[in-house]
C-alpha cells in the first residue's frame, strides 16, 4: 500500500489556526508593551524632575527643564549667566517622548510656561501630559516632590 505525501486539508487548517491565535496574541503583546512604554516614561519624567530639583537645590545651581515640542532637555547657567545645553548622562539627556505621549500643558507659580527653572527652592508646577487613557499630571511641590495624578479618558 503507497502512502501519499502532503498535507491533508484538516492539518493545513489547524496549522493556520494554530498561526492566527499565535499572531493575535504577539499583536495584543505589543499593544500591552507600547502602553508600558508610555507608563514607563511618564514614571521616569516624574523621577527625573524630582532629581533635578535634588540636585539644584544640592549645588545651588540653577537648572532649567524646558519642553520640546517631541520631548524635553535641560539647561544650566555658565559662568556668563547664559543658558547653555546639560548633557550629563544618563540623567541629563535631551530625551524624546513615545509617540503616544504629548504635552498637554505646563503651569509654574500658576503662570502658563515652557521652562521650570529648579534652583535652591523648588518651583510649585503642573505638567500635564496626554496618553492614550487619559491625561497624567504632574505635580511638583515645593519641597522637590512630584506626585501623579492619572485622569482617564472619559468613555465617549
Not at 547664559?82 to 544618563?90: F, G, K
Request: charged share 30%; glycine share 8%.
Amino acid at each position: 500500500m503507497r502512502r501519499s505525501r502532503g498535507f491533508t486539508l484538516i492539518e493545513v487548517l489547524v496549522v493556520l489556526t494554530i498561526l492566527g491565535v499565535v499572531i493575535s496574541g504577539v499583536s495584543v503583546s505589543l499593544e500591552v508593551l507600547r502602553g508600558r512604554d508610555t507608563g514607563l516614561a511618564v514614571e521616569r519624567l516624574r523621577w527625573v524632575l524630582e532629581a533635578t530639583a535634588e540636585r539644584a537645590r544640592i549645588r545651588g545651581q540653577s537648572i532649567a527643564f524646558e519642553t520640546l515640542p517631541d520631548g524635553y532637555r535641560f539647561s544650566m547657567r555658565d559662568t556668563d549667566g547664559r543658558w547653555i545645553a546639560l548633557e550629563e548622562a544618563p540623567l541629563f539627556v535631551e530625551r524624546v517622548l513615545p509617540d503616544d505621549l504629548r504635552w498637554a500643558a505646563l503651569r509654574v507659580n500658576d503662570q502658563s510656561a515652557r521652562y521650570i527653572v529648579f534652583g535652591t527652592r523648588s518651583p510649585r508646577f503642573e505638567l500635564e501630559l496626554l496618553t492614550p487613557d487619559g491625561s497624567v499630571l504632574l505635580r511638583g511641590r515645593g519641597t522637590g516632590e512630584v506626585e501623579t495624578r492619572q485622569h482617564p479618558r472619559s468613555p465617549a
